[in-house]
């Protein structure tokens, strides 16, 4: 595995005290451990939070480049930057908590600004077909109960199918749940995401 850069999205509403964050730090210093060189790229949403998209942005999209205003064309650029820190980067780390049965909305938001008709996807006669270059993506999903592989999982489809959607099909899931049924549980879950982590990173 040879990486130069490494964007980490973190979408914890807490922070760095979250434990997707936290299992992102891990996985962060497996990767920078085994590419000295690595540089790190971040998105904490906690701290710098991602607007949902609105009328005003959809618009904005819409609005030919030239007829744009100086307030749409700031809204474009945004998008143009998130879309370029995915475009550039060799590899992903994408927390993605469950709140109520899905992913945070401000990572949701960030899915919907990437996606966008020219630039990281195209509609053809046989569907859709995404237009990034293909690079691993690990995406660290932590549950207070136990979810997965049930019909109340609904995040790994929603990730999967959105990295899908814009080319990214190299998509590896670390599982941490049962987080909020005791203290034994808990510590087996975070023990169990280390494990994945080592394996991963190995």
């Given amino acids: 595995m040879n990486m130069k850069k490494l964007l980490r999205i973190d979408s914890s509403v807490f922070g760095e005290q979250g434990v997707s964050s936290q299992l992102a730090d891990t996985l ?3 990767l920078q451990h085994q590419n000295p060189a690595l540089k790190v790229s971040q998105r904490n949403f906690a701290q710098d939070p991602i607007p949902h998209l609105d009328g005003a942005a959809i618009t904005a999209l819409m609005t030919p480049p030239e007829q744009r205003s100086d307030d749409q064309q700031q809204l474009v650029s945004f998008g143009d930057q998130l879309i370029a820190e995915v475009r550039d980067a060799d590899a992903l780390i994408i927390s993605a908590p469950m709140y109520n049965f899905q992913v945070p909305s401000m990572l949701k938001a960030w899915f919907d ?9 195209k509609y053809t006669e046989n ?3 995404g237009l990034l270059n293909n690079k691993p993506v690990y995406v ?3 549950r207070g109960g136990i979810h997965r592989d049930q019909s109340t999982d609904t995040i790994e489809t929603f990730v999967t199918t959105m990295l899908k959607f814009i080319g990214l099909t190299d998509v590896h899931m670390i599982f941490a749940e049962g987080l909020s049924m005791g203290d034994a549980t808990r510590q087996q879950a975070i023990e169990s995401a280390h494990q994945q982590i080592a394996s991963i990173a190995a």
Avoid: K, N
């Fill in 28 to 30: 962060t210093q497996q």
């Fill in 113 to 121: 600004h990437l996606a966008r008709a020219g630039s990281t996807f």
């Fill in 127 to 129: 569907g859709p077909v």
């Fill in 140 to 142: 660290i999903t932590t």
